[in-house]
């Protein structure tokens, strides 16, 4: 991709005023034409509490994991108690009280969005695409497909994932979304006037097309430490049979959805004597997956923040935000939203969840179910 510098012209004044609302300052973010240096309030968040550093159990990483993506059964027999599928349904209803449905919520979304610009986020894997075994075979379906083109037609849409940009891009495949790769670590975004983005804290670009871009990407300087410890990882575990290690640029995953469960622990210890070694790399959990990513205070909650802002929708007064996801890396963007009632973060879980969204989906047939009624209330509207 290519990476040229902004031109002066970019640099208003007004714009500076904006960016302390993202926790970004000016003198920290140069107007970078390498994109090297970025701020160091994002920069400098402290790290989680490290915990007893040479126990994966004793620091939780072995519970996180076997808590991980649990299925149906193992929910039901944490609780002690052999449960028949129907007080499961009992239990998902109850725990639907308080998350209800999005789709039986629609009229209530619908009469708040009057007036106001929906934008919608969405998460991929688990929201867009089913959970599968091969992360390289998580494909949405022709439907689910169809509702996120018709969807981005009426609406700003923007995809927020852990993946790399590039790898989400190429899966949902639509020039017409916003993508934030490497979980909101590494966003796109269009060159407009309406954005109140300081012009220090993003680098210009071209898209597929050739078109004119703005990068975001705030923890840049990390890339060289990735790239290292990701090979470093693939090295460590290639005898663990199952065990995948992927690279997204600015964070890095290790899967252990095929790994036999008595490995689990082999692989949280070689994970974690990696990490040792780097003291400016955290680690978080997502559903079978270890994440390592940099120490910086910047979050999908963060990644929704900035695309308001760049998309001309600071003002929260006229936005409504829907954001969508599964996972916990989700659940900051679902605070966001809560923390100044800005829209409605929806989960996507078959299974009861404590979450900080107001809203759920049942599965990624539902979440197309709801961009499809969102398409058809807007159609209704136009034609009025
Ligand atoms: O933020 P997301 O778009 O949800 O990405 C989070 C991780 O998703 C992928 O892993 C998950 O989905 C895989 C395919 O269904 C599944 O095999 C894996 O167990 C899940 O954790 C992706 O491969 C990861 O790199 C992302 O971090």
């Not at 072995?62 to 039901?76: G, Y």
């Not at 923007?158 to 949902?172: H, N, P, W």
Request: hydrophobic share 35%; with cysteine; net charge neutral.
């Amino acid at each position: 991709m290519d990476l040229k510098p902004k031109s002066a012209s970019v640099l208003a004044d007004s714009a500076l005023i904006n960016k302390s609302r993202l926790g970004i300052q000016s003198n920290m973010l140069p107007c970078s034409q390498s994109g090297a240096s970025f701020s160091s309030s994002i920069l400098s968040a402290p790290r989680k509490k490290p915990g007893k550093l040479d126990d994966v159990r004793s620091n939780g990483w072995l519970d996180a994991m076997q808590s991980s993506s649990p299925p149906r059964k193992k929910i039901v027999k944490d609780f002690g108690v052999e449960i028949a599928s129907d007080d499961s349904d009992i239990a998902y209803n109850s725990w639907m009280l308080k998350y209800p449905s999005a789709l039986n919520s629609f009229d209530h979304i619908i009469n708040r969005a009057k007036d106001k610009k929906i934008v919608i986020f969405l998460d991929y894997d688990g929201t867009l695409s089913p959970i599968v075994d091969d992360p390289d075979r998580a494909f949405m379906s022709a439907d689910m497909h169809s509702a996120v083109k018709g969807v981005a037609e009426y609406f700003p849409t923007a995809i927020i994932s852990g993946r790399s940009r590039d790898k989400v891009r190429e899966l949902v495949g639509l020039a017409e979304l916003y993508y934030a790769g490497s979980h909101g670590m590494d966003i796109m975004f269009p060159v407009q006037e309406t954005s109140s983005i300081d012009c220090s804290s993003y680098i210009r670009s071209t898209d597929t097309q050739g078109k004119d871009v703005n990068l975001f990407q705030p923890a840049r300087e990390f890339i060289p430490m990735i790239d290292e410890v990701f090979k470093t990882l693939v090295d460590v575990t290639k005898d663990i049979p199952g065990a995948k290690v992927e690279d997204h640029k600015f964070c890095t995953s290790v899967h252990y959805r095929n790994v036999d469960e008595n490995s689990w622990l082999m692989v949280a210890q070689r994970v974690h004597d990696v990490l040792k070694d780097y003291p400016r790399l955290r680690l978080t959990h997502g559903r079978k997956v270890l994440e390592v990513r940099p120490v910086i205070d910047w979050d999908k909650g963060r990644a929704v923040e900035f695309l308001l802002e760049s998309l001309g929708f600071s003002n929260s007064d006229d936005v409504l935000p829907i954001y969508i996801g599964d996972d916990r890396t989700d659940e900051d963007a679902f605070k966001v939203l809560r923390k100044g009632n800005r829209g409605y973060g929806i989960l996507v879980s078959s299974i009861p969840k404590e979450s900080k969204a107001f809203l759920s989906l049942r599965d990624t047939f539902e979440v197309s179910e709801f961009l499809k009624s969102l398409v058809k209330w807007k159609e209704q509207v136009d034609m009025k």
